[in-house]
């Protein structure tokens, strides 16, 4: 994750993301793509700037991911563990600011 930080500017990334599903398909428009890196090695993965509750946050979107997750989920990478933050559960409900 050393490449997506440093990319990124976020601070120390989280392992894992917060999957979030929407009603409704998201096609995101990529502020970087990595073509490859340590994490998905045969695949690219393409990243989109956002905030969650007031933290900068990155939705990631791994090629096989569309296929796995469909459209419908976006997937929260950042230095903040959202889960643990806000006592998410699966039914909560969390805002996403995408510019």
């Known amino acids: 994750m050393p490449r997506i930080r440093n990319i990124s500017g976020l601070g120390e990334l989280k392992p894992g993301t917060l999957n979030i599903r929407l009603q409704h398909a998201y096609e995101e428009r990529p502020d970087f793509t990595i073509p490859l ?24 979107r791994a090629q096989n991911g569309k296929k796995y997750h469909g459209l419908e ?27």
Do not use: T
């Open 73 to 99: 989920v976006l997937e929260i990478m950042s230095d903040v563990n959202f889960r643990d933050r806000y006592s998410l559960n699966k039914e909560s409900e969390i805002e996403v600011e995408i510019a």
């Open 37 to 60: 890196c340590d994490e998905h090695p045969n695949e690219s993965v393409s990243f989109q700037r956002c905030r969650v509750p007031g933290h900068d946050a990155l939705i990631m």
